[in-house]
């Protein structure tokens, strides 16, 4: 019993033992990541983290990483997303043909676009918990309506984008986008959330275990309806920033970017377990801005796409893989 | 302070409880003792709301109360402490603790007041090895626990229900939850403890509480019984149930372990000999199914010998000739949506081998063979279901077939015929171990009795031996 009880008790010293958390051999990794892309950029003759390389980066993050921070609540809470890449051309279209070219629309395209999203939200949330739908076959099926109303709709680029509101999509204040200064506002809420309100912890107790959230009084189907409207919204930002960035509306802009399959896998790669109750928001800025160094590396190498999609399909695994066997570690 | 009077309840037509008297005094340890299936869980679950009672009244200070939930008995100042925790693993003790009822400041969650107001409770209960913000899964088993308690006292509960609080404590562990326990009566807090432990009943309760077939026996001061005659209040009854004779001819050993362990268990020795059956008793907990387990290769020995091998997987243990009957059929033995030709051949296919040419004779042999073989399993009684995991390892001819509580949740006769059968089996020369909670049908089946406790072998009984001797080895008492 001795033994059993010493291997429970907390770990001594070691760097094994400060690398508990996926969060930090994640950091970890980009850190190496940062300096292995430089000595083989180098190596080639280019330079890495030039400027332009790193805005590059930040750039191709943001919608990415807004929309990954909202699967992280989602996910976290024992749920998962698949509704929001056409989530993201809805929203698109919306800010697009309201704004019309408008400076003066675009409050209330804004306005509009979070209100059509927060509703994509609660219908998920609540095929979700009130008809007992599989998370995975919930938003499925809503992405697929989402689908079937913009083909039906629109075959192109539609909308206008003011000049103004183009600056959410390419300005920048020294060497930091706008962009990315949005996506660092909607994680550092989220954090917030998650770390210090009722709905975060509550959040966190639904994913870890339904049943014991439950039986401590929480109201564990408000808690997921919640945080998929959070997803939405999260969606529709998303949207936003994308809308800004083209110009106009497109009906395509959420799927060409794979941002369903891609938000979760950043979130997982992240750390956060897709059973749901563990994780969080830094995980999932970590491997958002994993995949993007990966993809900038390639970018100055100049490596073809195929080749780049099989080694983020390695990494993900490889990453998950890591994470459990830590996780296996400490239970023997 | 709690009190219950002629309590009933009965699960799909099934009796578990009939009047049902028990009262609890604030400051009192009040055990709740009896043997396997005397309905003490029931009871528990009774007394915090998880099952309303059929019959009977609750009153907790005189006024009539009614819980149609968990949360509702919390309320009014009762909290359960289970076998298996209510906590998030993830999260720290803190977080637990005020899981569903976070202190807010300003909107935001308060952290600080949160820690303090655990530490403080933390700090009553004497307990300084851990505090408020260590990640529960780090925690070994008695602190979570601990965790539990704390849990239960900062919703200021009165009566704390303990069900087999020491099951997954080891032997120091055990005081320090002694120690807890004083400090909860000295607060007056009334605790309710199961367990089957003699010696722990004897020395924290105030009083006992005996409970036999789902009805009351007796309640005493522990200071008016010993424990051989609460042995003999649990389980005295009449022997009238009819076993199939025993043919007591032992042949050659087609299992032998030796010294063999692993995680639950300990310095193992067992033959298990063509003809015989042997019977393996023990409490919850005292590693009987895991012995089952381990010989069939599902959680491996790790150490010590096993002859003819030692199986290292499930496969490997079929290879051996070894089938087990798994305690949970419904989870562990059957694919309840497949008919029954799916389910026998279960194994046979797995592992490309076995008679599949002679399923009719076999279900005909159990006495299966009216019904339909492209029947689904779900449909079928539980008498019938359990057939079906019998002739699913009979087509492998098997050696040595392990029995986790074959008559579990069965009709009286098709225990018989399940009786009958493994009898039968055992006279063709086949080794049969049996795991068995009821001990009355253990001690009628079994040629011998081994007896576990605390996953070490406490004594080998010869055929026919009695419940008490039986309980006495259980559970660890020598009077």
């Known amino acids: 019993m001795d033994l059993l009880t010493r291997a429970r008790g907390p770990a001594r010293g070691g760097l094994a033992a400060h690398l508990r958390e996926p969060t930090q051999v994640l950091f970890l990794a980009l850190l190496g990541l940062v300096a292995a892309g430089w000595v083989l950029v180098a190596l080639d003759g280019g330079q890495f983290l030039t400027l332009e390389s790193v805005v590059g980066i930040q750039q191709r993050s943001a919608a990415l990483g807004i929309v990954a921070v909202g699967q992280t609540l989602v996910i976290l809470a024992g749920s998962l997303d698949l509704s929001v890449a056409y989530l993201i051309s809805l929203a698109s279209l919306v800010a697009a043909e309201i704004m019309a070219g408008q400076d003066g629309n675009i409050g209330p395209a804004v306005a509009a676009v979070l209100a059509v999203s927060a509703l994509v939200g609660l219908v998920n949330g609540l095929v979700i918990t009130r008809l007992q739908v599989h998370a995975f076959i919930a938003t499925l099926g809503v992405a697929l309506i989402i689908r079937g109303a913009l083909d039906h709709l629109y075959d192109g680029p539609a909308g206008r984008v003011p000049e103004s509101f183009q600056v959410l999509g390419y300005s920048r204040i020294g060497p930091v986008p706008v962009s990315a200064l949005l996506w660092a506002g909607v994680a550092v809420l989220a954090w917030l959330l998650l770390s210090r309100t009722r709905l975060g912890y509550r959040i966190y107790a639904v994913g870890g275990d339904e049943e014991v959230a439950r039986l401590s009084g929480i109201r564990t189907g408000r808690v997921v309806v919640l945080a998929h409207v959070l997803c939405s919204v999260c969606a529709g930002v998303a949207g936003l920033l994308l809308a800004a960035r083209l110009g106009a509306g497109a009906p395509t802009v959420g799927t060409d970017g794979g941002y369903d399959l891609e938000s979760i896998a950043a979130v997982v790669l992240g750390g956060t377990a897709l059973a749901g109750g563990k994780g969080g928001v830094a995980g999932t800025v970590g491997g958002v801005l994993l995949l993007a160094v990966l993809d900038s590396i390639f970018n100055q190498l100049e490596v073809n796409s195929f080749v780049k999609d099989v080694v983020r399909g390695v990494v993900i695994v490889v990453a998950v893989a890591v994470y459990a066997r830590r996780t296996r570690g400490r239970r023997a | 302070m709690l009190s219950m009077r002629g309590i009933g309840k009965s699960f799909l037509g099934v009796r578990v409880l009939s009047g049902v008297d028990l009262a609890v005094t604030a400051g009192e340890v009040h055990a709740v003792v009896g043997e396997n299936g005397a309905g003490k869980s029931t009871l528990m679950k009774i007394v915090c709301g998880v099952h309303p009672p059929d019959e009977g009244t609750i009153e907790l200070d005189g ?417």
């Open chain 2, 63 to 479: 006024r009539p109360v009614r819980f149609g939930h968990p949360l509702e008995a919390r309320r009014s100042g009762i909290a359960i402490i289970y076998q298996e925790f209510n906590l998030l693993p993830e999260r720290t003790v803190a977080e637990n603790v005020f899981l569903g009822r976070e202190p807010v400041r300003r909107g935001l969650v308060d952290r600080a007041a949160m820690e303090e107001a655990t530490a403080r409770l933390l700090g009553e209960l004497g307990e300084d090895a851990f505090g408020p913000r260590d990640v529960v899964k780090r925690l070994p088993v008695a602190q979570q626990q601990i965790v539990e308690i704390v849990k239960a006292l900062s919703v200021d509960a009165r009566l704390v229900v303990m069900d087999e609080p020491t099951a997954a404590l080891a032997e120091h562990e055990v005081e320090s939850l002694y120690r807890l326990i004083g400090r909860l009566r000295e607060r007056g807090v009334a605790v309710l403890y199961i367990s089957h432990r003699l010696r722990e009943v004897f020395d924290l309760a105030d009083r006992v509480t005996v409970l036999k077939d789902g009805s009351r026996v007796t309640t005493l001061p522990i200071g008016e019984v010993t424990p051989a005659e609460l042995i003999r209040l649990m389980v005295g009854r009449d022997l009238g149930a009819y076993f199939p004779p025993r043919s007591a001819r032992a042949g050659e050993v087609r299992l032998r372990l030796r010294a063999a362990g692993n995680r639950k268990l300990r310095d193992i020795d067992l033959d298990l000999r063509a003809g015989e059956i042997v019977g393996i008793a023990g409490l919850q907990g005292s590693g009987r199914s895991e012995l089952a387990r381990a010989i069939f290769g599902a959680e491996p020995f790790t150490t010590g010998e096993m002859t003819p091998a030692r199986p290292r997987s499930v496969r490997e243990g079929v290879a051996l000739g070894i089938g087990l009957v798994t305690e949970d059929r419904k989870a562990e033995g059957l694919a309840l949506r497949q008919s029954v030709r799916d389910n026998v051949l279960l194994v046979a296919r797995a592992v490309g081998a076995g008679n599949r040419a002679g399923v009719r004779d076999l279900l005909e042999r159990v006495r299966l063979a009216p019904v339909r073989r492209d029947q689904e399993v779900r449909y079928l009684s539980g008498g019938n279901q359990q057939k079906v995991v019998l002739v699913k390892w009979l087509t492998m001819a098997p050696r040595v077939l392990l029995f986790d509580e074959p008559t579990r949740g069965i009709d009286v006769g098709a225990k018989a015929a399940v009786h009958d059968l493994m009898r039968e089996l055992a006279d063709d020369g086949m080794a049969i171990m049996m795991i068995s909670s009821e001990l009355p049908e253990l001690i009628g089946m079994s040629d011998r009795v081994v007896v576990l406790r605390d996953g070490r072998v406490a004594g080998t009984l010869p055929a026919g031996a009695s419940e008490e001797a039986v309980m006495r080895l259980a559970a660890g008492e020598a009077a």
